[in-house]
């Protein structure tokens, strides 16, 4: 076994286990290469001082007497702030006047097991020791501590901070601001509700027109010092009040709100829809609005005679039902439902969500409307759960808990994940500011709907939510998704889903229109941190490190001549020779597999997948990626020889000239195959944990035609003959 290449085996797999470590690699070169070594932060032009807080509730006035023109940096006591900290924000303050207020992201400390589940003694110790945080446990490597669990943060989110701190642990304010505020508020002002003070005066302003006043740093300049921290969430009954009734009184009125429910053919759905409507929901004025696009005679009758039931169990129950026969258009629906509306508010509700008869699920109207109220909000969401599997005990898992804008597209945060414990920071469990949320289940106020325009009704099956969304954003508005309000949505009932070809083509060409539309939130999301993965889908919230085969590949035409045209040869000739003898004599094949080494190869092709999207960090309009993973029993390996090659189709039985394309393969983890093949007596099979494949293509870097997907191991072709690539003369 070559020494360096099992060395260079093993510091790829610890990368691929730890891409925080590798993404914070960089981000602590780039801050040295901004300040240096040694960083001055007084030379950038404010003074910094630092003020040490042990939690959010204690007074901010104490023994400090603060300066108007004094930047003061709070650090929470116990971590560890980085040495670039006080340059990082003072150059912050001083690039632009109006700022006031600055917090920066963080991250935890730990052992590798309890940051990356893996074993102290896994790797060894030059592979580690460049990721160990300094001083730490020089005769221990089981008590020594490294860094992970980064706490990615939004920008600006007011609402977010009325549910939780979610500042964190280190943040900066302008001297003249807590003056201020202890000045009009008193002395013993908490911490949290200092910043909470600040960020209404912000907002107020921000709503006026006036310049960003607070700024979200996304660089981590705080090591919390465990990790049971993470999971503890400052929130404050005192800040919700004050919260409920910033620029308005409480109202105590019961404001109608105006229920669309938009349905065909559907009545036994709707019913259940209804039924747990009534039954269950607590909130008291509301009226129904049913609009029904072209549902059969007996459907309707069906729902007539529903409506008819309701009103006699009801008497007061107001409720309308509008038919007209039209081609599917949710947006046009809606805007139909709403145009009848009686209400001040508007809640789009699909015919599938089901009302929860617990506690909680009874008030979901009421927690939802406690945003849709302030001035500054736009369309609020609720968390929306799948209905439970019959023999899954698990728990509920979540189908919406908000949307986030990735580089991708538009997508749906925690959908299908076991809705458990506290998920990045209370996703699942607090209440968030993000850039959209489902209309499956949306509540806004009528006049901001109005004004808005209500649904763009060329967007008539999917991201018209998220369009709208889009639009109160860059009004000025701020959408909340408020996971207090639990409701079950038994997804796409009405419809199906988006599986087909057709619908596939169709939900592009909407993302497509939605970018045209929106050319500034193109990959990019104020409310997910840019530090998160964008390229690919991920439920979760996970580091976004761009390794190798994350980035584009470039595919290399082997031509008719030189050295490739004689190593193309020489790979086919082994698979011709192979490809006769099983055409002609079984036994006889399995004899040359056994001696050339064929019998020990293995080759996946998971999936092959077209997506508009981005490669790495590059935009791309027409996507291929293929995913799946080679490895070779009773071998160590290693530094196994991998590359990928697309071969024309047509052209597989003329030697003379076969057109193929090869892409060179990195390593990707793939820690199931490995589980496989190397948990197992029987072999000799070691070092396939990197067997991965991922490779990402611009189709328009192909020629037209089909290929068969076949990968080159140790010189030797396997094709999968049951995976193939087609790229058509034009785009469909």
């Given at each position: 076994?070559?020494?360096?290449?099992?060395?260079?085996?093993?510091?790829?797999?610890?990368?691929?286990?730890?891409?925080?470590?590798?993404?914070?690699?960089?981000?602590?070169?780039?801050?040295?290469?901004?300040?240096?070594?040694?960083?001055?932060?007084?030379?950038?032009?404010?003074?910094?001082?630092?003020?040490?807080?042990?939690?959010?509730?204690?007074?901010?006035?104490?023994?400090?007497?603060?300066?108007?023109?004094?930047?003061?940096?709070?650090?929470?006591?116990?971590?560890?702030?980085?040495?670039?900290?006080?340059?990082?924000?003072?150059?912050?303050?001083?690039?632009?006047?109006?700022?006031?207020?600055?917090?920066?992201?963080?991250?935890?400390?730990?052992?590798?097991?309890?940051?990356?589940?893996?074993?102290?003694?896994?790797?060894?110790?030059?592979?580690?020791?460049?990721?160990?945080?300094?001083?730490?446990?020089?005769?221990?490597?089981?008590?020594?501590?490294?860094?992970?669990?980064?706490?990615?943060?939004?920008?600006?989110?007011?609402?977010?901070?009325?549910?939780?701190?979610?500042?964190?642990?280190?943040?900066?304010?302008?001297?003249?601001?807590?003056?201020?505020?202890?000045?009009?508020?008193?002395?013993?002002?908490?911490?949290?509700?200092?910043?909470?003070?600040?960020?209404?005066g912000a907002l107020d302003r921000k709503r006026q027109g006036s310049a960003e006043e607070i700024v979200h740093i996304p660089e981590v300049l705080y090591t919390n010092e465990s990790l049971t921290d993470m999971e503890r969430l400052d929130s404050s009954e005192e800040i919700r009040a004050l919260y409920r009734t910033h620029t308005e009184e409480e109202q105590g009125l019961c404001e109608k709100i105006s229920v669309i429910i938009p349905s065909k053919d559907n009545a036994g759905v709707l019913q259940k829809c209804l039924q747990t409507l009534v039954q269950y929901t607590k909130y008291g004025s509301y009226e129904i609005i049913i609009v029904d696009n072209g549902s059969s005679s007996e459907q309707k009758m069906c729902i007539t005679h529903m409506i008819d039931a309701l009103r006699a169990e009801k008497a007061d129950l107001a409720i309308q039902y509008l038919y007209q026969k039209s081609a599917f258009n949710f947006s046009a629906m809606c805007n139909a439902g709403a145009q009848l509306a009686d209400g001040p508010y508007l809640l789009f509700l699909n015919d599938d969500i089901e009302i929860m008869d617990t506690e909680d699920g009874r008030q979901w109207l009421d927690r939802m409307i406690v945003y849709a109220r302030k001035s500054h909000v736009g369309a609020v969401g609720a968390k929306l759960y799948y209905p439970s599997m019959p023999g899954e005990n698990v728990g509920y898992r979540i189908q919406h808990a908000g949307i986030a804008n990735m580089g991708i597209g538009p997508a749906h945060k925690l959908g299908g994940m076991v809705d458990r414990g506290c998920m990045y920071h209370g996703h699942n469990t607090q209440n968030y500011d993000l850039i959209a949320v489902t209309a499956a289940c949306m509540l806004i106020r009528k006049s901001v709907f109005d004004d808005a325009g209500g649904f763009d009704e060329s967007f008539p099956v999917a991201y018209n939510d998220v369009e709208l969304c889009f639009r109160l954003y860059l009004r000025g508005y701020f959408n909340v998704q408020v996971n207090e309000a639990v409701l079950i949505h038994h997804e796409s009932l009405s419809r199906g889903q988006d599986t087909s070809p057709e619908k596939q083509r169709r939900l592009a060409e909407e993302k497509r229109k939605l970018y045209e539309k929106h050319v500034s939130l193109n990959a990019r999301d104020p409310f997910y941190s840019p530090n998160l993965v964008q390229w690919k889908k991920d439920a979760a919230y996970n580091t976004g490190y761009l390794y190798v085969f994350d980035r584009q590949a470039k595919p290399l035409l082997l031509e008719n001549s030189g050295e490739a045209e004689k190593r193309k040869r020489a790979v086919f000739k082994w698979y011709d020779v192979r490809m006769r003898l099983y055409s002609k004599c079984g036994p006889a094949a399995k004899i040359y597999d056994r001696l050339t080494g064929y019998h020990n190869m293995m080759f996946q092709v998971d999936s092959i997948c077209y997506d508009n999207g981005i490669i790495g960090d590059k935009i791309t309009d027409n996507n291929l990626t293929i995913e799946g993973w080679c490895a070779v029993k009773n071998v160590d390996n290693a530094d196994l020889s991998r590359k990928l090659w697309l071969i024309a189709t047509g052209e597989m039985r003329s030697l003379d000239w076969r057109r193929v394309y090869e892409l060179d393969i990195a390593p990707k983890l793939r820690e199931d195959v490995a589980a496989v093949l190397e948990n197992n007596d029987k072999n000799n099979t070691e070092n396939t944990a990197l067997s991965g494949i991922q490779l990402s293509i611009e189709k328009s870097a192909l020629k037209p035609g089909t290929y068969c997907v076949g990968v080159v191991c140790n010189n030797r072709l396997l094709c999968h003959r049951e995976k193939y690539v087609h790229i058509a003369d034009t785009d469909t």
């Open positions: 076994m070559n020494m360096n290449a099992y060395e260079k085996y093993k510091q790829e797999l610890f990368a691929q286990k730890t891409p925080y470590l590798q993404w914070l690699r960089g981000q602590e070169a780039e801050l040295e290469s901004r300040y240096g070594r040694q960083p001055k932060q007084g030379a950038l032009g404010k003074q910094i001082y630092t003020l040490p807080f042990s939690s959010c509730m204690e007074s901010v006035q104490g023994e400090c007497v603060f300066c108007a023109d004094v930047v003061y940096l709070f650090v929470k006591s116990g971590g560890m702030l980085s040495d670039y900290a006080a340059a990082v924000f003072a150059e912050a303050f001083s690039q632009d006047a109006a700022i006031v207020f600055a917090y920066a992201d963080e991250d935890y400390r730990g052992s590798l097991r309890e940051l990356y589940d893996i074993d102290d003694d896994a790797f060894e110790e030059k592979i580690v020791a460049p990721y160990r945080l300094a001083g730490q446990c020089a005769d221990s490597r089981r008590c020594a501590h490294y860094r992970g669990a980064a706490w990615f943060k939004p920008d600006f989110s007011p609402d977010t901070l009325a549910s939780f701190f979610y500042i964190g642990s280190v943040f900066a304010v302008r001297g003249d601001q807590i003056l201020e505020m202890t000045t009009k508020y008193g002395n013993n002002l908490s911490i949290y509700e200092l910043v909470f003070r600040i960020f209404m």
